[in-house]
């Protein structure tokens, strides 16, 4: 991490190195006095030179490592579906464009103000269906409580019996392979399918 000098010690710097003519301390020992680094002081005495002055450059800060034409590719991308950070990366990289994927990703976040969320799942109905749903709640919509006391309500599940392990997910750090758990798995899964009913 890069220091940060006060204002007043690289102006103090520049002012003890210029009287050095006149029987002041060297650039060395002001360096050393200040505690400031060699190269920092002669920057500053550059730019003192120049006329320019010692205050902080709004430009300052790790540039992007992002292009014009990355930025684009990456900003046509948003509200699309199979555009992960690393596809992205990736797609970039296909085009000569050499960038990992936490770039992609900070600027996603940190510049466009985006967040990463999963798909949202809804059934898929065809208009017959919809239709008749629509039906079914119109003409059950002045019901009254003893009408739906003779209706039940059902759905079932299927429960598996052996857990498949998740070989990409389920890991474990260990020195070698021999000290690996050993998961047992079944060829064939079962399952049953489980029904329940309410009123």
């Not at 360096?31 to 060699?38: C, D, F, H, I, K």
């Not at 003893?146 to 299927?158: A, I, M, T």
Request: charged letters at 30%.
């Amino acid at each position: 991490m890069v220091k940060e000098h006060k204002l007043s010690i690289r102006y103090r710097a520049v002012g003890m190195v210029k009287v050095k003519v006149k029987g002041g301390m060297t650039q060395l020992q002001v360096t050393r006095g200040l505690g400031v680094n060699e190269a920092t002081v002669r920057c500053w005495l550059a730019r003192d030179r120049s006329g320019d002055t010692l205050e902080n450059r709004t430009s300052r800060g790790q540039k992007s490592a992002l292009s014009r034409v990355a930025k684009m590719v990456i900003a046509k991308s948003v509200f699309k579906r199979h555009h992960s950070t690393r596809t992205l990366a990736r797609k970039l990289a296909a085009e000569e464009h050499t960038i990992y994927k936490s770039a992609v990703h900070r600027y996603l976040n940190t510049s466009l103000q985006l967040k990463s969320f999963k798909l949202r799942m809804q059934p898929r109905l065809t208009v017959g269906q919809k239709r008749r749903r629509l039906e079914f709640t119109k003409d059950r919509k002045n019901w009254s409580m003893q009408d739906w006391k003779r209706v039940l309500f059902s759905d079932e599940s299927p429960s598996e019996l052996f857990q498949a392990p998740n070989r990409q997910n389920d890991r474990i750090w260990a020195n070698n392979s021999s000290e690996v758990v050993i998961a047992e798995a079944v060829k064939q899964l079962r399952n049953i399918l489980v029904r329940g009913m309410m009123s």
